[in-house]
């Protein structure tokens, strides 16, 4: 797997679109490594002069905000927080996702239909008002917001797992690893998933982009974890300064929009390089 | 001699939204070690459910069945037993192997799953299986995809052989070859089945292809077997009118394109099987008593046996037992 | 048959289609249809024979494309006709009959409505009329009570009827060409003699130009005039059925023939033939005879160079520099119960 992983890496680097989503997110991820070291006092400090405008004080080369904290400060701080949002609330919506998907395609029968219904059930409610209730109710932390997105995008990844196994299962090297006495266990992890890993991949950038989205809406309402600065944050506290500095909100607006962009351009550029069917007409 | 398989009125049913569909209804038979027994009839007739049956991918609906003395059961040793006493070759070559594994690994699966040895115990298997069926250690780290349809087949029997059965099933396994490859795979079951004593089930709908390769040949048309004997009985005395009609349409012959009488109709629905004989609805001779009585296998002589009440009218002079022995 | 006949229905010219219109899948191909004759066109899988049949009707996907030779039917160049022109053409004059007959048939239509749908497409009727005809068709491909199987889908339908009813949809317009591409490979046995038998005595009552598809020599022998054995591209070996299968030269042919299964081990102990290897694929052809990889006879100026095809006796064509004997004695006739 691991040469596999590594050339589908390095078509990636040679797809056009792959290439400019993997630069800016790389880029971002380089912004939310190095925050500690720039900026060792946090992005919280009241270093300046409130609503210094980008360009006018060389300390503050994207101005300041309504407080006077710095916007660069904020923006790579946020970087983090909204991409470890973004990660976490995806690989454990994946994790469910593709549990349930699993079981319910290589087993089929009730526990299909109980499933199912769940997944239908838990599709029929609308994601974004579903998060809002829960962060609600539970109160407003990191690993709430996380299991919040989490709980509402995962059944979109299980119907995608679910229809991958339907069609594997009846594959005849399924039945013969059965026929060789192989658990279902092992036919299910060892055999069938490796073979659907390909959409998930693809669906799991859009799912991270999800997140990140969904997380910035939910700070932007207020509801954000108080205690971090993320691009969310940013937009909600520049939100009454619209009209006098529209640079508290622009520029983590930009950076919100250049992240998500980039990871559809990877999704699809993982489309691309993972579809099998292409991949044999250009070998 | 040692019956490697034996089923006792053998039935499978499945429950569909139509009514119950009884693929397999009542087939009893026995094949000896080393012996080849060839299963005949167009899709429909329920060889691949009975095949199904015998390596345990679906569990009869009543009927006895002993595989190399192993009966099927639920348990995880129950099911290591069988699976050391009956392994399967598939149809589609291609479908049939995991395409995200290496050749190696592939043959490998099944020492894993049975514990077998060290890692370099399994691996010197490995290479002495893929050799054994006529694969070279340059196809070993390669993927199914970079495999001709032939030598996929042939990673799928170092699979079946892994674990040293004493039955393989072959399931129209060479159907999906072209006839060169189809050649090379027959001769290739032939001399293993010499070298390592196998049993095989060989089941396809060409009927050539199974007279070639088995020692008896069972007829089956939904769900029973209508004729049962030595191969060359069956081929050349045919005294059931399907098997007739199998042997009428084998293409080629001009006379028989022309004049012969060809089956009308199709195969019908297993659901709701005509009452009696269940061929009776194509069968150019029908009479009354086809309707009324289900016919049972009798013996003809040769050991042929056929299910047809009027089995002795089709004896043509030349083929007398007397004759033929 | 009539093969110096005026001017042959269908001929096909040194035809070469390639893919991206560089590497060639199907070389060198000539052969001529004349009206009521039928040709069989034999090989395994990759020899370029569906894609011979896509050329003609000029259905080939996108990266393929006719790069040479030519194909006239009824003295009209099919290479260089305008689309529009080719797709009165098809259905019309030609008609083809596909391997598999479900997917030729549109589920969610009636097998009446299709039928009237390709009658209206090319000639003149009113509903009522396409309608009228379309039950006859499919009395004319023997399908029991055409009034009332007018109005089934085709699922409901068994997979011979379903071919019928295919087979009934290329003879609409009266064509004068029908190509039928591998037409009993997905039926069983007894419904591939029924359907074989069916196409063969159509053919005669409408005079049509038959181009046979088929991986089984037992089919041609049954149903085709004439026979055309392709091998990895190219025309290894043509005449007429007797030709060939009577007395086959070229070592595929030999080796197709002898490696089907006509006989039983268990009885004579006799292995079958094998050509060893696999047909290479378009990208790895050798640059001698295409064959010579895999040829018992090949020596070293089959390797150097492509043979030509040439003739030898009658109509028989042969391109190899050592074929086999003239009288090379057959242990069986193909696919005959011996």
Known sequence: ?283 | ?325 | MTTNAPAPLLEVDRLKVSVSRTVPIVEDLSFAIAAGETVGLVGESGCGKSLTALAIMRLLAGNLSVTSGSIQLDGEELTKLPEERIRSLRGDKMAMIYQEPLTALNPVMTVGAQLVEVLRTHRKMSKREAAARAVELLALVRIPDPAARFNEYPHRMSGGMRQRVVIAMALACDPKLLIADEPTTALDVTVQAQVLRLIKQLQREANLGLLLITHDLGVVRQVADRIVVMYAGSVVETGTVAEVLGSPRHPYTVGLIAARPSGSFAVDAQKLVEISGSVPSPEARPKGCVFAPRCPNAQDDCRASRPHLLPTTGSHELRCLHPMPASTPLSAPVGMPS
Request: with cysteine.
């Open chain 2, 1 to 325: 001699m040692t019956q490697v398989l034996r089923t006792e009125d053998l039935r499978l049913y499945h429950n569909t939204a139509r009514g119950q569909l009884r693929a397999v209804d009542g087939v009893s038979l026995s094949i000896a070690r080393g012996e080849t027994l060839g299963l005949v009839g167009e899709s429909g007739c329920g060889k691949s459910s009975l095949a199904k049956c015998v390596v345990g991918l679906d569990a009869p609906t009543s009927g006895t069945l002993e595989v190399a003395g192993v009966t099927p059961g639920k348990s995880r040793a129950m099911r290591i037993a069988r699976a050391q006493a009956v392994q399967m070759v598939f149809q589609d070559p291609s479908g049939a192997l995991n395409p995200r594994l290496s050749v190696a690994r592939i043959i490998e699966e099944p020492l894993r799953v049975h514990g077998t040895g060290t890692a370099a115990e399994r691996r010197a298997q490995v290479a002495e299986l893929a050799q054994k069926v006529g694969l070279s250690d340059y196809h070993l780290p390669r993927f199914p995809h970079e495999l001709s349809g032939g030598q996929r087949q042939r990673v799928s029997i170092a699979r079946a052989l892994a674990l040293n059965p004493a039955l393989l099933v072959c399931d129209e396994a060479v159907s999906a070859l072209d006839v060169s490859v189809q050649a090379q795979v027959l001769n290739l079951f032939i001399s293993l089945q010499k070298e390592l004593d196998l049993t095989y089930l060989f089941i396809s709908h060409d009927l050539s292809v199974v007279r070639y390769v088995s020692h008896r040949i069972a007829v089956m048309y939904l769900g029973r077997i209508v004729e049962i004997g030595p191969a060359e009985e069956v081929f050349h005395r045919h005294l059931h009118p399907y098997t007739r009609a199998l042997v009428a349409a084998i293409p080629g012959d001009e006379a028989l394109g022309e004049e012969a009488a060809l089956l009308e109709g199709d195969v019908p629905s297993p659901v709701n099987p005509p009452s009696g004989c269940a061929f009776r609805t194509r069968c150019p001779h029908t009479r009354e008593r086809c309707a009324a009585d289900v016919p049972h296998l009798r013996d003809l002589g040769n050991g042929l046996q056929v299910a047809c009440h009027f089995a002795e009218e089709f004896i043509r002079p030349e083929d007398m037992p007397q004759a033929a022995g």
């Open chain 1, 1 to 283: 797997m691991s040469t596999s992983g590594h050339s589908v890496f390095r078509r990636l680097l040679r797809h056009p679109s792959g290439l400019v989503g993997l630069l800016i997110i790389a880029l971002v991820v380089l912004m939310s490594a190095s925050a500690g070291f720039i900026f060792p006092e946090g992005p919280w400090v009241l270093g300046g002069r409130p609503r210094t405008w980008p360009g006018v004080d060389p300390a503050f080369p994207l101005g300041t905000d309504a407080l006077g904290r710095d916007m660069v400060a904020a923006l790579f701080y946020g970087a983090r927080v909204s991409l470890a949002v973004g990660a976490a609330a995806a690989l454990v919506s994946l994790v469910i996702g593709t549990l349930v998907g699993a079981i319910a395609g290589y087993y089929g029968g009730w526990l299909d239909d109980v499933l199912m219904r769940l997944t239908d059930a838990m599709q029929t409610i609308p994601s974004f008002l579903a998060a809002i209730a829960i962060v609600g109710v539970v109160g407003a932390s990191l690993s709430t917001i996380i299991i919040a997105i989490a709980v509402v995008s995962w059944p979109m990844i299980a119907r995608l797992v679910r229809a991958d196994f339907l069609r594997l299962r009846t594959y005849d090297f399924v039945q013969s690893c059965k026929i060789i006495g192989m658990s279902d266990l092992r036919i299910i992890f060892g055999q069938i998933l490796p073979n659907c890993l390909a959409p998930i991949i693809v669906s799991s950038s859009v799912l991270v982009a999800t997140a990140i989205i969904t997380e910035a809406s939910l700070a932007f309402l207020g509801l954000g974890d108080p205690n971090v600065m993320s691009w969310g944050t940013i937009l909600s506290t520049g939100r009454p300064e619209l009209r006098s500095g529209w640079y508290m909100t622009a520029f983590p607006a930009v950076a919100l929009v250049l992240t998500v962009l980039a990871l559809n351009l990877i999704g699809d550029a993982l489309n691309d390089v993972l579809n099998p069917r292409l991949k044999e007409r250009k070998s």
